[in-house]
């Protein structure tokens, strides 16, 4: 049965890559015209830090789904917050200068594709949270989803952030 | 235990699951007719006045989103629920209550996209809803809006299914049903759900950008401020030409099942039509651009997906001779499953070869949006796909409903459907070649124009009676058919060893499987394939 859930959960995340890849290859796509606009009002170190913790949540992850043990479901639970938080003070200065989904191209590529991994985190906290709650068994089926939503991430820091500030 | 509809609604039984995915698609599929039925009564003669304008664009993107996304998938994923526990040998799929979910989320996709017509309009910018048609300033009320979610919902239900496949034909195989000898139709449908994974989610990415775009005045696909509407080409048919595939594909399956048993002889190349999908699942996400050849994209370019458009006609003519030539020697039993078999072959081939036509870019530059476009997409969706649906709903109605389908009305259900459907769609290719134009609500009454399209309207009464006919038999052998018995024609792969209905956990036993025939071995000892054939 776990090798299904596994398995299962794997095949879900090859069709997710695919998403994900096509909401990149969009923000590539406009990438010349917004590429200004980026590099204006991104904030490549504050992001950094919290793209670090995001990172260590797969790690206290990993530990979790080793060992068993709720402290770690707990850390990773808290890491992930923090790392929403983040993106939402990024927001929220985005917007206050102005700039939102409908303003402007980089708007509407960067919004869409870091809302939609937002969106991918939120409910991997609310998985995490179940787990935390009801000691299920499921802990290495989500920890596959936290791994993926995490290098979905780099992915994107990579390619919004990085490549601006090169 | 529950009983009457609280046991249907609440069910994680895979095959009553697949009976509600069948009956909601054969329901759409009335209605998607009707709307075939109105748009051929508008074109009947020149300059009628029978349906406006917008309620023809309305129909026409109705009828394909419809035929596409609330028949052919819901039906294939249907007879796929149905049948890949059966023929492997397992009890259910891997997930039963995912199983549930995907057949409700694509309810609910064919129920927000029919409830756009109560909510100031049905979607009318084509099943690829082009933008920026499909923007808010061109399409301003809120029938987009129910578009995208509604298939957002059935792409999902997709994609579950999807999941389901491959978990199942993965992990429940019986003992002995090793990856050489799954049938045909499993071995498709395992590649299938690949597909279906690879490519919905290039949908569901530009189905959320455009939605963004409608609702948060986002600019992906809004050329006035820096967006890009060939992107939105781009992106529907990286998913819209694997679609294609995905629906033909379960149809090569179930052929690849029906020919066999009704020429008795196994299908010859086995290896070749497994190899020659796996080739054509690959090719499909190289041959998108060809819908776009009439967009200035650069000749280099173009030319590359020409000639990638040209090379997936190769794995798909292999299995054509596959079938052909596991025909050639056989004593074949016409029965009604076999015909629609048979006129698959030929109406397919047709199907295909017409649209080989698209991948010569001149001819393309030509033809494209012109009736033979229409021509063409019927062959390959109706001579082919419905074809072999027809085909698999007469061979495996009998393990669903323990009756067989009237042989009589089968008949008259397959003559009428034959000449309906060449009458409606043959006259469609020469009246392409003259220019006329697809899409568009009425046409000036040009030489033949008017008597061409009333050959194919007369050929769509036809066609249409034909397929009442088809459900008549249904309703009518559901009630009154012949007693199928476990195996009533006499098959090979394990679905047939179950009772007719299968019970709830489907077998008492499963019979050993040492070659691709178990039943073969069974019901002939002394010439078993595992020690004439090899075990394969």
Redesign the interface.
């Known amino acids: 049965m776990r090798q299904r859930a596994r398995l299962g959960m794997a095949m879900f995340l090859l069709s997710e890559a695919v998403f994900f890849f096509m909401l990149i290859a969009a923000f590539v796509y406009f990438r010349a015209a917004s590429l200004a606009a980026a590099a204006a009002n991104l904030n490549l170190g504050v992001t950094a830090v919290y793209t670090a913790c995001l990172m260590a949540s797969s790690f206290t992850m990993w530990r979790a789904s080793a060992t068993g043990l709720r402290a770690w479901l707990g850390g990773t639970i808290l890491l992930g917050a923090v790392f929403l938080f983040g993106q939402g003070s990024e927001y929220l200065r985005l917007f206050h200068q102005k700039i939102t989904i409908s303003q402007s191209l980089f708007g509407t590529t960067f919004f869409t594709l870091t809302g939609l991994h937002g969106l991918h985190v939120l409910v991997g906290i609310a998985l995490l949270a179940i787990l935390f709650g009801r000691r299920a068994l499921a802990v290495d089926v989500v920890a596959l989803y936290w791994y993926f939503v995490d290098i979905v991430w780099l992915a994107i820091f990579a390619i919004v952030y990085l490549w601006t500030f090169r | 235990m529950r009983t009457g509809v609280s046991a249907w609604l609440s069910t994680v039984d895979h095959k009553k699951i697949a009976v509600l995915y069948m009956l909601t698609a054969l329901f759409f599929f009335v209605v998607g007719g009707l709307e075939a039925m109105a748009m051929r009564a508008q074109l009947s003669a020149p300059n009628l006045k029978f349906l406006s304008p917008e309620t023809y664009d309305q129909i026409f993107t109705m009828h394909g989103t419809t035929m596409i996304f609330l028949v052919v998938m819901p039906v294939l994923v249907g007879f796929g629920v149905y049948l890949v526990p059966l023929m492997i040998g397992a009890g259910d799929m891997?997930?039963p209550r995912?199983n549930a979910l995907g057949y409700w989320l694509t309810l609910g996709g064919g129920f927000l996209l029919y409830v756009s017509f109560l909510a100031g309009g049905a979607p009318d910018a084509g099943w690829f809803s082009y933008a920026p048609l499909s923007e808010k300033a061109y399409s301003p009320h809120s029938g987009m809006d129910y578009w995208a979610l509604g298939l957002l919902l059935l792409s999902a239900g997709s994609?579950i299914a999807?999941?389901?496949f491959?978990?199942t034909i993965?992990?429940l195989r019986t003992p002995g049903m090793t990856i050489r000898r799954l049938p045909l139709f499993v071995w498709i449908t395992l590649v299938n759900?690949?597909l279906i994974?690879?490519?919905?989610?290039?949908l569901?990415?530009?189905l959320?950008?455009l939605l963004?775009d409608r609702l948060?005045?986002?600019?992906?696909f809004d050329p006035t401020?820096?967006?890009?509407p060939i992107?939105w080409q781009h992106?529907f048919w990286?998913f819209g030409h694997p679609e294609v595939y995905i629906l033909v594909l379960p149809a090569f399956g179930m052929i690849s099942e029906i020919i066999p048993v009704f020429a008795r002889k196994p299908i010859f190349g086995y290896g070749f039509v497994a190899a020659s999908t796996l080739a054509i699942a690959f090719l499909s996400f190289g041959v998108w651009v060809h819908h776009m050849f009439a967009v200035a994209l650069g000749r280099v370019f173009i030319s590359v997906f020409a000639a990638a458009s040209m090379l997936i006609a190769v794995p798909t003519g292999v299995k054509i001779f596959n079938w052909a030539a596991t025909l050639v020697g056989g004593s074949i039993r016409f029965t009604t499953a076999m015909l629609f078999a048979v006129a698959f072959l030929l109406e397919f081939t047709f199907g295909g070869l017409s649209g080989l036509a698209f991948a010569v870019v001149p001819i393309d530059w030509q033809l494209t949006d012109t009736y033979f476009v229409v021509a063409h997409l019927h062959y390959v969706a109706f001579g082919g796909i419905a074809f072999a649906l027809f085909a698999g709903a007469y061979y495996w109605f009998p393990k669903i409903t323990g009756r067989l389908l009237n042989e009589s009305l089968g008949r008259w259900n397959f003559w009428m459907v034959v000449i309906g459907f060449n009458l409606t769609f043959f006259v469609q290719h020469i009246l392409g070649l003259m220019g006329m134009p697809r899409r568009v609500y009425t046409y000036p009454d040009l030489p033949w124009w008017g008597v061409l399209n009333l050959i194919s309207t007369f050929g769509a009464v036809i066609l249409g009676l034909g397929a009442l006919v088809f459900v008549a038999n249904l309703f009518a052998s559901l009630a009154f058919g012949a007693r199928a018995g476990n195996d009533p024609w006499d098959a090979w792969t394990l679905e047939w060893a179950a009772a007719s209905p299968p019970p709830p956990d489907n077998f008492e036993r499963v019979p050993p499987v040492r070659s691709r025939r178990p039943l073969w071995d069974l019901k002939h000892p002394e010439s078993p394939d595992w020690a004439t054939r090899g075990g394969g």
Do not use: D, E, K
Not at chain 2, 225 to 228: E, I, K, M, P
């Open positions: 891997a997930f995912l994609v999807a999941v389901n491959v978990v993965a992990t759900s690949v994974l690879a490519a919905l989610p290039a569901n990415a530009a959320v950008m963004s948060l005045q986002a600019h992906f401020h820096g967006g890009s992107l992106y990286i």
